[in-house]
């Protein structure tokens, strides 16, 4: 059982950033690949990036290539997601996440376990 506990978030203004923080509890965390997810009031849940065990590979939905940057330091158990650039349509609830699978997905499906989510709001 992993449990995964989010901190960072808050309310910020178009343009700046934020980083968000995903701590995962018990042991062989660099076994799991993990994921970043967010979710806007009326929307479907959707993915934003994920990080294989080793952090040597990295995607990212279109939408947020180039200003989010998702890594891990597998020796404090935490993954990170590093938020630049933000826009209004960024807003959501950001949730982290952990799969025990051995290939890197999109789908929240095949992930494992969630953190509690966290609020990002971005004004313009």
């Known amino acids: 059982q992993v449990q995964l506990v989010q901190s960072g978030g808050g309310l910020v203004q178009a343009g700046a950033s934020l980083r968000l923080s995903c701590v995962a509890s018990?042991?062989?965390?660099?076994?799991?690949?993990m994921g970043w997810f967010r979710q806007a009031p009326g929307k479907e849940r959707e993915f934003v990036a994920t990080?294989?065990?080793?952090?040597?590979?990295?995607y990212y939905a279109d939408s947020v290539k180039g200003r989010f940057t998702v890594s891990r330091d597998n020796a404090k158990n935490t993954v990170y997601l590093q938020m630049n650039s933000l826009e209004p349509e960024d807003t959501a609830v950001y949730y982290c996440?952990?799969?025990?699978?051995?290939?890197?997905?999109?789908?929240?499906?095949?992930?494992?376990?969630w953190g509690q989510g966290t609020q990002v709001t971005v004004s313009s």
């Open positions: 996440a952990a799969d025990r699978g051995f290939k890197m997905s999109y789908s929240d499906y095949e992930y494992d376990y």
């Open positions: 018990g042991r062989m965390f660099g076994w799991y690949i």
């Open positions: 990080i294989n065990g080793n952090g040597g590979s990295t």
